[in-house]
């Protein structure tokens, strides 16, 4: 920051050098302001693929989407014998697996993120509640 401008850099890669120069930057776009052009360090070498181009969910046969609900909804009964209802979905959170319309640049960014949401409805002596929890992962199977 500088007075009331602020500057902002990243690094994909977390090495000092890397790092350094994303500080580095920043302090340049701080200080100059939009006007003036600040260098960009270029990747070292080839930016590994963390994730494939795949979008989770279409990847899985609906069979294998079944069986993962399913799963869930026989283990949350298993846990708690008050368990009366399980609801379950998982889904492809947006804006995660991004890189379509990215592929005018050099590089596009592949994010997949699925969320499984679980509600469940627990009754004992005349009484019901309920609770709910999502996860996320980066890839399928959600839950090991």
Not at 30 to 39: E, I, N
Request: charged share 25%; with cysteine; hydrophobic share 40%.
């Amino acid at each position: 920051m500088s007075g009331e401008k602020t500057g902002f850099a990243y690094s994909d890669e977390i090495l000092l050098p890397a790092l350094s120069d994303a500080a580095t930057a920043a302090r340049a776009i701080a200080r100059s302001g939009a006007s003036a052009g600040v260098p960009v360090r270029q990747c070292s070498g080839a930016v590994p693929k963390l994730y494939a181009p795949l979008d989770p969910l279409a990847s899985l046969e609906d069979a294998a989407k079944v069986k993962l609900l399913e799963t869930v909804e026989t283990e949350a009964k298993r846990a708690d014998p008050r368990v009366t209802q399980v609801m379950a979905s998982a889904l492809r959170c947006s804006g995660s697996h991004s890189g379509g319309a990215q592929r005018r640049w050099a590089g596009a960014d592949v994010r997949p993120l699925v969320r499984l949401n679980v509600t469940v409805i627990v009754e004992a002596n005349g009484r019901r509640e309920t609770g709910s929890h999502a996860r996320r992962a980066r890839e399928l199977p959600v839950f090991s």
